[in-house]
Each structure stands twice: as structure tokens, then as C-alpha cells.
């Protein structure tokens, strides 16, 4: 099964600018950005980032407000601090070299067992496994898993390391996860593996792996209130990352009702009705927007704004 994964992976891999490099720091930045992100989202900020701070030296010196910028929109902004602090502890402990030793990468912030076997492997060329949500779907499946055992995929997924180049099985099975073996309707007919597929020779790609129990989705109601002094917004900044005013509910008040958006985080869905009016200032200063790092929410809410003043001309 190794040696057809690798060739098909070889012929077949998107050509994707974190994969023309070994430099473990653009390794890093990229696994950094795709956890909870799809590829072609993260492309484009991915580019950006690394064009704007090309090694750990320029992250370590970076503005967080820069750097929380540079990220807005892409969601889970401790990712971003948590990159810049270790960036941070790269330059100052490893004079500015990435680790290539497990222990020690384990100790950076926002690196986990998963980041670390990917930066290993990757970049270092080093046996150590990675376990994605792509590599449990392709592993479950050829090993016919029908129950959750994480154990036993880490175990599988450090065999197959052991016993191929590690960049290359690596990125093959997270690749074969992507384009070929996905959830719903898996390309079973030009998989390379598929010879020694349990889920394909038994019929049950369908069933495995088992589906996991998502939380129950969580309702949110807040309202935000958009006050505006000239171009600027009354604003406060949550974690590096600038806010409207968003209350459960609004205070005694004149507020005229301009807009109502949604979002989803995780299994939170939050419902925000838009208003404008004026509020007490306390913790709030009034800024430009083009000049700070904003949530997707946020721009929603901005959107909902601009929108009103085109639709009433002002
Ligand atoms: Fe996935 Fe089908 Fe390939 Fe098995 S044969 S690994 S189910 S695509």
C-alpha cells in the first residue's frame, strides 16, 4: 500500500506554496493556519503572512496588532498569539532555529502532539506520526475500524512512518483524505490504496469512521451597537482583536434597529441584532477600522452598517 500511496501522491499532490519549501518556520505557519481551516481559505492569508514576516526573527519582533490583522478573518486568534509567543521563544531559547527535537517543540505554545509530528516530519524529514481528522478517515477505513480508538491510530500512523519517507507518507494520507477519500462519497475507483481497503472490500466506507457526537448547537442572542463619531467607531478591544459594543440587552436608550446578521463558531450560532444609538464610553475608544484587526463578526456588523447609511444615503 506504501509504494502506490507515494507514487499517486508524487503525481497527484496540489501544488501548494508550503509545499515548494522545507523551511520548518513555513511549515509551521501553514499547519498553524490549517488546523480548523480549509486549504483554500488559509492560501491567500497564508501568502500574505509570509510575505509580510518571512522568518520566526520577523514574526518574534512582529505588532501583535499587525499580526492579528493579518490573520482577521481566518477565526481561532490564539492561533496567532500563540504563534507569535513562540516565535518569541524560538528567537530567545533556540537562537531563532525551529527545534527539531519532539520534547522541546511540545514546549512552545499552540504546539501539540499533532503539530509537532507535522513540523518533524515535514520539514525534519523525522519518523513521527500525524493523526488528522484526513489521516482518521483514510486509516479507520483501511483498517476496517467501525469504533473510535485513538490509541490504535496513532499506533498505525507511527508503522506506516516508520516504514516510508515521513514527509511523503505523511503528506500522502492527509492528501488521499482531501481529494479522494472524504467523507460522503469517497473515490474509491481511482483510490491508490484501495486494494487494501477493509471499508472498500466490505462495503462500509458509509460507517466508517463512526460518526462523532457533535455538542448541541447553542443559540446566542446579543445585540451590537454601532456609534460612530466622523469615519471612527466606538470600539474595545477583546484579546488583540477590536469590538462593537455587544450586550445581551440594551440599556434605557434611543437605538434605531439598522441590521441583523448571523455567525457560527463552533456550535455556537449567534444571532446579532444591529442598532445604532449612543452609549456611555467607559473601556471604549473610538477608531478607524481600516487600521485594526477585526473579527468576521465584526465585518458583519460593519457590513449591516454600510449598508444602512447607502440604503438612507448618508
Ligand atoms: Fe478511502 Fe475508498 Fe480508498 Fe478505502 S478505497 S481508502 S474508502 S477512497
Given amino acids: 500500500m506504501l509504494q502506490p500511496l507515494v507514487s499517486w501522491f508524487e503525481e497527484n499532490q496540489r501544488a501548494l506554496p508550503w509545499r515548494a519549501t522545507y523551511d520548518p518556520y513555513h511549515i509551521w505557519v501553514s499547519e498553524v493556519m490549517l488546523q480548523q481551516t480549509q486549504v483554500e481559505t488559509a492560501l491567500p ?3 500574505r503572512f509570509i510575505r509580510e514576516f518571512p522568518t520566526v526573527e520577523s514574526l518574534a519582533q512582529a505588532d501583535e496588532q499587525r499580526v492579528l490583522t493579518l490573520w482577521a478573518g481566518l477565526g481561532y486568534y490564539s492561533r496567532a498569539r500563540n504563534l507569535m509567543v513562540a516565535a518569541k521563544a524560538v528567537v530567545q531559547d533556540h537562537g531563532g ?3 527539531s527535537d519532539y520534547d522541546a517543540l511540545l514546549e512552545l505554545p499552540g504546539v501539540g502532539q499533532y503539530m509537532a509530528g507535522a513540523i518533524l516530519s515535514i520539514a525534519f524529514n523525522k519518523p513521527y506520526p500525524v493523526v488528522d481528522g484526513n489521516v482518521r478517515r483514510v486509516l479507520s477505513r483501511i483498517y476496517g475500524w467501525m469504533e473510535e ?6 499506533d498505525a500512523a507511527a508503522r506506516l512512518v516508520e516504514a516510508a519517507e515521513p514527509r511523503m507518507i505523511n503528506q500522502a494520507i492527509m492528501e488521499l483524505g482531501a481529494k479522494v477519500c472524504s467523507f460522503r462519497s469517497p473515490r474509491c475507483l481511482i483510490c ?22 457533535r455538542p448541541a448547537t447553542v443559540h446566542v442572542h446579543l445585540c451590537a451597537v454601532v456609534c460612530t463619531k466622523g469615519d471612527r467607531y466606538l470600539m474595545k478591544a477583546v484579546d488583540g482583536m477590536w469590538e462593537f459594543p455587544m450586550l445581551a440587552e440594551l440599556p434605557e436608550g434611543s437605538f434605531e434597529k439598522i441590521g441583523q446578521c448571523r455567525h457560527t463558531i463552533t456550535h455556537h450560532r449567534i444571532d446579532v441584532s444591529v442598532y445604532r444609538g449612543k452609549l456611555r464610553t467607559n473601556g471604549f475608544e473610538w477608531k478607524n477600522v481600516d487600521t485594526i484587526p477585526i473579527s468576521s463578526l465584526t465585518r458583519k456588523i460593519l457590513i449591516s452598517d454600510k449598508k444602512h447609511k447607502m440604503h438612507k444615503n448618508l
Fill in 45 to 47: 492569508y497564508y501568502e
Fill in 149 to 154: 480508538n485513538p490509541k490504535a491510530l496513532w
Fill in 97 to 99: 532555529k525551529i527545534p
Fill in 192 to 213: 491508490p490504496v484501495q486494494a487494501s481497503c477493509a471499508a472498500f472490500r466490505t462495503g462500509t466506507q458509509d460507517r466508517i469512521p463512526p460518526v462523532k457526537k
